[in-house]
């Protein structure tokens, strides 16, 4: 079997002297944060039900990059946001990711065995099991957002509450990934398939960033900055898995690779090429950086971050 995805901490002198050390360092300090946070909000298996918190609690803590987490983290940080208000929400969109990944390897989708190098959801468990550990991980990003904790105004809560139902719904993700399956039996052209995927992957990476402007109730040009650096960054990272699918590895990925074509899926590296996929991403690269011109050096993670995923192999 696969390693589980994580980031590890590097510790050798060698590993020090890699490209984005620094970054990677907060990224593994970041997602160790973010696990803690889970750990404390997710339901403990217990009663009739437990098995669906088992569930929830294998899809969860199964490794992954927390990079929504990261986004949270480091766009909150920007304007000085209290980490335990940004690392609840990081926490919700961490759990609402992890149910859009249950459901999108159950067979009546992508039908994948293997996620974050362990057997997926639906094959350690069961199908039905699986749908509902998704619901739940979905309903339980809205109870986190809503509590008092997240932040003391209800207008605040109540605006994060909207905005990430706006980007997980029909207008964003749940919407991209019905235009994905229908796209296996009707081709797409170049700007359809900007527009998926926008929707499937990129309206969360949007939510992300935002919260942080909405945490601080930041003012109305923030929020446009934050928007554009993660409508951006969101192109940008599926760009760069669909580059995994085309070159990557079982081994490194921990999910299946080489399926997307095999599956008729609609991505900007069949339409682009390999070589034009990645030309492509590193020019989202560098507008997504200049969209945070502003934030002068406090901004330099997110400028790195979009550079460091373009050559990623998990
Ligand atoms: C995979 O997301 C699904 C997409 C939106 C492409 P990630 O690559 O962030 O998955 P994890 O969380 O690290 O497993
Ligand atoms: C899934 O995109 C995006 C989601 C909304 C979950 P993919 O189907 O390409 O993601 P992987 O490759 O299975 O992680
Ligand atoms: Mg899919
Ligand atoms: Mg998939
Ligand atoms: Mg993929």
Redesign the pocket.
Same mark, same amino acid.
């Given at each position: 079997m696969s390693r589980p995805v994580t980031l590890s901490s590097p510790d050798s002198s060698a590993e020090r002297a890699q490209p984005f050390f620094g970054l990677r360092m907060k990224m593994h300090v970041a997602a160790r944060q973010v696990e803690d946070m889970l750990e404390q909000i997710l339901p403990q298996p217990a009663g009739l039900h437990s098995r669906v918190h088992e569930a929830m609690r294998y899809a969860i803590f199964a490794g992954g990059k927390r990079l929504r987490p990261f986004l949270v983290l480091s766009c909150a940080k920007l304007f000085g946001v209290e980490g335990s208000r940004s690392l609840r929400v990081a926490a919700a969109i961490e759990a609402l990711h992890t149910y859009s990944l249950i459901h999108?390897d159950l067979p009546c989708? %992508?039908d994948d065995d293997l996620r974050r190098g362990r057997p997926t959801t639906h094959v350690a468990f069961d199908e039905a099991t699986a749908v509902l550990a998704g619901d739940a991980l979905l309903t339980i990003a809205f109870e986190i957002l809503s509590d008092p904790a997240t932040h003391p105004s209800a207008d605040v809560r109540c605006r994060l509450v909207a905005e990430l139902a706006k980007a997980a719904g029909s207008a964003g993700m749940v919407g991209g990934?019905m235009i %994905?399956m229908l796209a296996a039996e009707q081709p797409l052209g170049y700007n359809e398939t900007v527009v998926l995927q926008r929707m499937k992957t990129g309206a969360l990476f949007e939510f992300c960033c935002e919260a942080g402007a909405i945490l601080a109730q930041a003012s109305p040009d923030d929020h446009d900055r934050l928007r554009n650096y993660a409508r951006d960054f969101g192109l940008l990272f599926q760009i760069t898995d669909d580059l995994l699918d085309a070159v990557g590895t079982v081994e490194s990925a921990g999910k299946a690779v080489a399926k997307d074509q095999q599956q008729g899926k609609a991505t900007l590296v069949s339409i682009l090429g390999v070589a034009g996929a990645r030309q492509e991403a590193s020019r989202l690269a560098q507008r997504a950086g200049a969209s945070l011109e502003p934030y002068g050096a406090d901004a330099d993670d997110l400028r790195d971050l979009p550079l460091f995923l373009i050559d990623r192999d998990a």
């Open positions: 999108d989708m %992508d990934q %994905d």
